[in-house]
């Protein structure tokens, strides 16, 4: 079975990108044929880029990477999934994205964002990231507009309101992978 990470990348106390992403596995299983799983950036605890060689080597020097190449060389697609912060992403998921390079290359990656507006802005930065990756990006992306001090209930009912678009994303998934 085709598999797909789904990249947790806010990693600070609180967040809410574990409902969002806890919430997005389950849409996405649902509608079956690829396994999906969670990868939490918090957990993968990659250093601030410490690597002397430029990732399009290959040539990685500390474990840490080797086996951050490793986990990602095992999946055929991507959902990064991040707040919006400052009008881009969070600093953790553009970190761990620039430690490889041909790992990422030619996978289906979407995009699902969320910030007061939906995290467009930090979806357009991103995006900019994945095409010089030469990854290959998915049609259905999600913005999802939750405000930071929305309740865990309030943002429920909120993500609800998004099933039928990560339905979407999980038919684009299964189309491409199988
Ligand atoms: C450092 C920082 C910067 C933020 N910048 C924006 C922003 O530019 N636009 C926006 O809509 N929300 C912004 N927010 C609000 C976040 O999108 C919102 O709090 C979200 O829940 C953060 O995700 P997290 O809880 O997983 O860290 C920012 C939050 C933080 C912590």
Do not use: C
Request: no cysteine; net charge positive; glycine share 8%.
């Amino acid at each position: 079975m085709s598999k797909v990470a789904i990249l947790i990348g806010s990693v600070r106390p609180n967040r809410r990108s574990m409902q969002v992403a806890k919430w997005l596995q389950g849409q996405l299983t649902q509608v079956g044929s690829v396994q999906y799983d969670l990868i939490d950036l918090k957990y993968v605890n990659l250093p601030m880029m410490n690597e002397p060689n430029v990732p399009f080597t290959g040539i990685y020097t500390h474990e840490a990477t080797k086996q951050w190449s490793q986990l990602i060389q095992g999946y055929d697609g991507f959902v990064f999934l991040f707040p919006q912060y400052n009008g881009g992403y969070p600093a953790v998921i553009k970190n761990a994205i620039d430690y490889l390079a041909k790992e990422w290359t030619d996978k289906p990656v979407s995009m699902v964002t969320f910030g007061a507006h939906g995290g467009n802005l930090g979806q357009t930065a991103m995006r900019s990231v994945i095409t010089t990756l030469r990854m290959k990006q998915m049609s259905v992306n999600l913005q999802i507009s939750i405000m930071p001090d929305d309740s865990t209930e309030k943002a429920d009912e909120i993500l609800h309101g998004y099933n039928f678009n990560a339905n979407l994303l999980g038919q684009e998934f299964a189309k491409k992978l199988n």
